[in-house]
Nanobody, 124 residues
Framework: QVQLVESGGGLVQAGGSLRLSCVAS????????KGWFRQVPGKEREFVAG????????YYADSVKGRFTISINNAENTMYLQMNSLKPEDTAVYYC?????????????????WGQGTQVTVSS
């Protein structure tokens, strides 16, 4: 069973930076594709960034491309999301997720395990 725990959220001014971390546990979790999603009240959970199990392939939503960077350290079973040039519209609860798919899914239904979420608030 895979368990994911996020940390690193908080309050930041527009233009600032935050780094989210997601620690994964589970025997084969290093072989899972992983991703970051975010959700605001009343809206569906949306894909932010994804990474292949090896870290060789990364994918980003257009809204964060060039500002966010996803990375992974399999030796420590930890995934990161470096968020720079933050905007008020980035305010959301951010979730990390893991998928047994052989590719990096963009749809939340294709992820098997989820963290509890961490709040990111960007003030204007």
């Amino acid at each position: 069973q895979v368990q994911l725990v996020e940390s690193g959220g908080g309050l930041v001014q527009a233009g600032g930076s935050l780094r989210l971390s997601c620690v994964a546990s589970g025997r084969t979790v290093s072989t899972y594709a992983k991703g970051w999603f975010r959700q605001v009240p009343g809206k569906e959970r949306e894909f932010v960034a994804g990474i292949s199990w090896s870290g060789s392939s990364t994918y980003y939503a257009d809204s964060v491309k060039g500002r966010f960077t996803i990375s992974i350290n399999n030796a420590e079973n930890t995934m990161y999301l470096q968020m720079n040039s933050l905007k008020p519209e980035d305010t959301a609860v951010y979730y990390c997720a893991a998928s047994r798919a052989a590719f990096v899914p963009f749809a939340s239904v294709q992820y098997d395990s989820w963290g509890q979420g961490t709040q990111v608030t960007v003030s204007s």
